[in-house]
C-alpha cells in the first residue's frame, strides 16, 4: 500500500485563493517532500521538511508537518493560474539499510482566472 | 542546459517488442533511479544506482534490466513489451547513496504498447 496519500485528490480554485492540500503517511519517516508536475513535464522539487521541523516556508509556500498525527499540509497563498499542476508528497523513510522515497498519487489543483 | 535528460520522449509499439529509454544528468549526482508513474499517476520507484551499483530493485519483472555504464547514465530496456507497461517512465537523480535527499526529475518517457 501507498506510504504518502493526498487528499483532495482533485481542487479547484480561483485565483488570488489560497490551497490547502494535505498527505497522510504511515510510518516514521526521515523527512517529508513537496513536489510539482505540470502537465506533461517532470516532477520538480518545491520543499523538503525534516521529521524535528515542524513548519517551513518557501515564497508563497508553507508546509507544515505533524509527526503525531503523521500528516503533512502544504499551503499555497495567494494562488496564480501558472500553480495549476498535480502536487505530490514523498516520504523518505530509512529501515536497516534500506533507504527510500515514496509517493502519493498526487492533487491536482486548477486555478482558475 | 538539461540536468536530468532522458530519451525518447514518446515511445508507441506492439506488444512482444523490445525497447530502451536513455537517461543522462550532468548534475554530477551519484544516485539514478528509474520510477513509473501509471494511468491515476501513481509514482513507484522501479531501480536505483549509486555509482554503477544497483541498491534498489523493487518487484520488477525479469523483462525490465536497467544499466549503469557510468554513474551519468542510466539506461532501462525494456524485454517482451506487455499492455501493461504502458505509462510513463521517468528517470531521477540525487546526491547521495541514501535516497532521501531532494531528486531531480527527467521529463519523462510515455510508452504506449499497443
Known amino acids: 500500500s501507498q506510504q504518502g496519500e493526498e487528499d483532495p485528490q482533485a481542487l479547484s480554485i480561483q485565483e488570488g485563493e489560497n490551497a490547502t492540500m494535505n498527505c497522510s503517511y504511515k510510518?516514521?519517516?526521515?523527512?517529508l517532500q513537496w513536489y510539482r508536475q505540470n502537465s506533461g513535464r517532470g516532477l520538480v522539487h518545491l520543499i523538503l521538511?525534516?521529521?524535528?521541523?515542524r513548519e517551513k516556508h518557501s515564497g508563497r509556500l508553507r508546509v507544515t508537518l505533524d509527526t503525531s498525527k503523521k500528516s503533512s499540509s502544504l499551503l499555497i497563498t495567494a494562488s496564480r493560474a501558472a500553480d495549476t499542476a498535480s502536487y505530490f508528497c514523498?516520504?523518505?523513510?530509512?529501515?536497516?539499510?534500506?533507504?527510500?522515497?515514496?509517493f502519493g498519487s498526487g492533487t491536482q489543483l486548477t486555478v482558475l482566472p | 542546459d538539461t540536468a536530468v535528460s532522458q530519451t525518447p520522449k514518446y515511445l508507441v509499439t506492439q506488444m512482444g517488442n523490445d525497447k530502451s529509454i536513455k537517461c543522462e544528468q550532468n548534475?554530477?549526482?551519484?544516485?539514478m533511479y528509474w520510477y513509473k508513474q501509471d494511468s491515476k499517476k501513481f509514482l513507484k520507484i522501479m531501480f536505483s544506482?549509486?555509482?554503477?551499483?544497483?541498491?534498489i530493485n523493487e518487484t520488477v519483472p525479469n523483462r525490465f534490466s536497467p544499466k549503469s555504464p557510468d554513474k551519468a547514465h542510466l539506461n532501462l530496456h525494456i524485454n517482451s513489451l506487455e499492455l501493461g507497461d504502458s505509462a510513463v517512465y521517468f528517470c531521477?537523480?540525487?546526491?547521495?547513496?541514501?535516497?532521501?535527499?531532494?531528486?531531480?526529475f527527467g521529463e519523462g518517457s510515455r510508452l504506449t504498447v499497443l
Open positions: 531521477a537523480s540525487s546526491q547521495g547513496p541514501g535516497n532521501t535527499g531532494e531528486l531531480f
Open positions: 510510518t516514521s519517516i526521515n523527512n
Open positions: 521538511i525534516r521529521s524535528n521541523e
Open positions: 514523498a516520504t523518505a523513510i530509512s529501515s536497516g539499510s534500506a533507504r527510500q522515497l515514496t
Open positions: 548534475l554530477g549526482h551519484d544516485t
Open positions: 544506482y549509486n555509482n554503477k551499483e544497483l541498491i
